[in-house]
């Protein structure tokens, strides 16, 4: 059996949750916007940051109509829409966690999906505020649980044609989600040598992401990103971020995408 790296998985999940949408018939008496691509991300290699790697990754900012599809937020639909106010459900890729290099001993996490519900407040394109809960599925047995994100986002005009974005979040996990990524279970402690570790629930990280879109040609445009997260609660005070990992960590992503109008 042939197994695919994990970026290679996420950007397979991304493309099927591209087709669902195009396929969709909630969308096809709208016409397509926003953005699509492709780039490279230097990232952490799990959410304890224990160590980096860099990474292919597509673009995906697009919406037909009420149906929407980004990279980080997966697709969802608007069922809900008047007066600014969005909500309805999503589904969402949730990547695992191979346990090679320092994380040897511990168990891998396999790659789960998730789905949920969002609301959203956004009257103009300028800013939105937004929280949303979810439950995963799919993963190995004892894997997963709940996680949840609240946070908001403001995109402005920088001249020139530059446009940038600024989003705060606060992300949340129930102790079965925690101890998935974070926790430390007696044998893997004495396979690891990572001290045993118990996660509980509550809010695991806040992330502070800064994007600038630059135009390099007609409906093309080079989109940066960095981002800054700092884990709080049971994910900060996990053995495994203490003894392999970070408590601030960041990323860096760059692609090239074709804009939509």
């Known amino acids: 059996m042939t197994v695919l790296p994990s970026s290679f998985k996420r950007n397979l999940c991304i493309v099927g949750l591209l087709c669902a949408a195009y396929f969709s018939p909630f969308c096809h008496a709208d016409s397509l916007t926003g953005d699509v691509g492709a780039g490279v991300a230097y990232q952490p290699h799990d959410p304890t940051g224990s160590r980096y790697e860099t990474r292919p990754i597509p673009y995906l900012d697009l919406s037909w109509g009420r149906v929407n599809l980004s990279s980080d937020e997966g697709l969802s639909w608007d069922?809900?829409?008047?007066?600014?106010?969005?909500?309805?459900?999503?589904?969402?890729?949730?990547?695992?966690?191979?346990?090679?290099?320092?994380?040897?001993?511990?168990?891998?996490?396999?790659?789960?999906?998730?789905?949920?519900?969002?609301?959203?407040?956004?009257?103009?394109?300028?800013?939105?505020?937004?929280?949303?809960?979810?439950?995963?599925?799919?993963?190995?047995?004892?894997?997963?649980?709940?996680?949840?994100?609240?946070?908001?986002?403001?995109?402005?005009?920088?001249?020139?044609?530059?446009?940038?974005?600024?989003?705060?979040?606060?992300?949340?996990?129930?102790?079965?989600?925690?101890?998935?990524?974070?926790?430390?279970?007696?044998?893997?402690?004495?396979?690891?040598?990572?001290?045993?570790?118990?996660?509980?629930?509550?809010?695991q990280n806040l992330s502070l992401t800064q994007s600038i879109a630059f135009p390099?040609?007609?409906?093309?445009?080079?989109?940066?990103?960095?981002?800054?997260?700092?884990?709080?609660g049971s994910a900060a005070d996990s053995s495994i971020v203490r003894q392999q990992g970070r408590v601030n960590q960041g990323e860096a992503d760059v692609a090239v995408a074709y804009h939509f109008k």
């Open 79 to 203: 069922a809900i829409k008047a007066n600014g106010w969005s909500a309805g459900p999503f589904v969402n890729y949730v990547e695992g966690r191979t346990a090679n290099g320092s994380l040897h001993g511990l168990q891998d996490v396999s790659d789960m999906g998730e789905a949920g519900g969002f609301i959203e407040y956004s009257p103009s394109d300028a800013w939105r505020v937004f929280t949303e809960v979810g439950r995963t599925f799919g993963g190995s047995r004892g894997q997963g649980g709940v996680l949840g994100r609240i946070g908001g986002e403001l995109d402005y005009p920088l001249g020139h044609g530059i446009f940038g974005g600024t989003t705060l979040a606060a992300h949340y996990a129930d102790a079965e989600y925690a101890q998935t990524f974070y926790g430390v279970s007696p044998s893997e402690s004495q396979a690891s040598g990572i001290r045993a570790y118990n996660a509980g629930g509550g809010f």
């Open 216 to 232: 390099i040609a007609p409906s093309w445009s080079l989109i940066t990103s960095a981002s800054w997260i700092h884990l709080v």
